[in-house]
Structure formats: C-alpha cells, structure tokens
C-alpha cells in the first residue's frame, strides 16, 4: 500500500497570511488537528493544533488577549517550514517510521519535483487502514 492509496486528497489549507484565528476556526469547524501551508499549489509548511495551542489553552483572564493575538498573527509566523513530506508512491510503512521518528501526527504528500501538495496523511487515515485489515468483533 502506497501514500495515494492511503492520503486525504485535496486537504484545506491554509496560506502563510492567514490569520491564526482563521485557522483555529478551520481545525475546530473540520475537526482536524493538521494544515498543510500552500502558496498558490506549493507546499511551504505545516501548522498542527500543537503549534498555536497558545491561543488556545488560556484562562479566562487571558482569553481577550489571546483572541485580539490570534486575529493578529500570520500562520507564517507559527508554521513548521520544513515539513516532513513524501511523495504519492512512498509505501505506507515509510510513512509509518516517519510519523514515528518525526513525533508528528500527519504528513503531506507532494510532487517532489514541483513541491505541489498533492494530499495529507494523518494518524486517522492510518487507523482507518488498519481497522480494515482487523477481524470483524465477534
């Protein structure tokens, strides 16, 4: 089994000037902890749910700040530029060592040759894989 047989294709994403808000409205509205940053169809980084947990995880003393902040800042200014990424034919064990090794939740898969996001593969596809190889519950 490969990436393209395994990815989200045509995940939402996010662009380097987004606003952090933004963002966190599309993790919460999609239910989803991952987007991949694109500039134009180029994959140019990463945010997760981990890196603006910040603006997130606030007393209610601190929430007004925390949200005027959030509408104030780039998702550039939080993103991860160097995600880790495979191309559509990467085997999914590949992608398993990497999540593992990388400590991360989701990886993009581009054209290498032209950095254009192609997808994503997240821990869930991962466990949807795996719960079709299981034994139905008897």
């Excluded at 500039?39 to 990463?46: D, F, H, Q």
Aim: proline share 4%.
């Amino acid at each position: 089994m490969l990436a393209k047989d395994t990815m989200t294709e045509n995940p939402v994403t996010a662009t380097e000037l987004m606003s952090v808000a933004e963002a966190l409205g599309l993790l919460y509205e999609l239910d989803v902890r991952h987007l991949p940053v694109v500039r134009g169809r180029e994959l140019v980084g990463i945010i997760s749910d981990r890196d603006l947990r910040s603006f997130s995880e606030v007393s209610e003393d601190e929430a007004i700040d925390a949200v005027e902040s959030a509408r104030s800042s780039n998702v550039g200014n939080f993103m991860n530029t160097s995600p880790v990424k495979v191309d559509p034919e990467t085997g999914i064990r590949e992608v398993v060592e990497l999540m593992l090794l990388h400590r991360v939740g989701a990886i993009p898969v581009a054209d290498l040759d032209t950095g254009d996001l192609l997808g994503i593969v997240s821990y869930v596809d991962l466990l949807r894989v795996l719960q079709e190889t299981l034994e139905p519950a008897t």
